[in-house]
């Protein structure tokens, strides 16, 4: 009699779980690759590769202009007093930190930069993700990111969610599937 009220009570809440389970609806996403259908991106590349373009001829010249001071230095050492070569030096030290300082500032500030560009494309694609997945009644939706497997507990091999995605947006997927990611291909300036 005990095993039979355990028995049911087992089936009850397996049964409970399974009803729960129907509820869940889950997709998933790339959206680096929506990103990189979106037509705002060609723009946004163009305008990061300017823009980094712009901070490297930067660091050229400061560059060119401290190894044409060394040069100059060597030149001049020997004739020098051991009081201006002194002083020279560092003023050559400084000189080096202070181009050290405006690579990394240049860094930092290309990566504000694009952050800045791509904030607009990324608020669109996730609202629309948002609104997707609003009028599909999916309870979860997963990003899977290049280089990193996603982390799913279930999906279906046909999940058409970026499909759905990129209709949202008015974009077609180019024949062949959905190749590697293609956001800015702009390097950053000093490397």
């Known amino acids: 009699m ?14 409970g779980f399974v009803a729960q389970a129907q509820d869940i609806k889950i997709g998933y996403t790339n959206v680096e690759y929506i990103m990189s259908l979106m037509p705002e991106m060609e723009q946004i590349d ?30 001049a050492a020997q004739t020098m ?15 080096e930190q202070e181009i050290q300082k405006f690579q990394q500032d240049a860094q930092s500030s290309y990566q504000r930069k694009l952050q800045e560009l791509l904030e607009p494309v990324q608020t669109k694609v996730y609202n629309a993700i948002n609104s997707v997945a609003a009028e599909n009644n999916y309870t979860h939706v997963f990003s899977e990111s290049a ?12 999940d058409p969610f970026t499909d759905l995605v990129l209709s949202k947006l008015g974009l077609e997927a180019p024949a062949g599937g959905q190749p590697d990611p293609s956001m800015p291909s702009a390097t950053p300036p000093g490397q």
Request: charged share 15%; net charge neutral.
């Open 147 to 158: 280089g990193q497997a996603p982390v799913l507990l279930y999906t279906k091999d046909n």
């Open 81 to 95: 007093t051991e009081e201006a070569r002194a002083t020279k030096q560092q003023e050559l030290q400084n000189m």
């Open 2 to 15: 005990k095993a039979r009220i355990i028995l049911s009570a087992i089936a009850i809440l397996c049964f």
């Open 46 to 75: 163009a305008d990061i590769q300017d823009y980094s373009n712009q901070l490297g001829q930067q660091i050229q010249t400061k560059t060119q202009s401290f190894q044409q001071q060394v040069q100059t230095y060597q030149q």
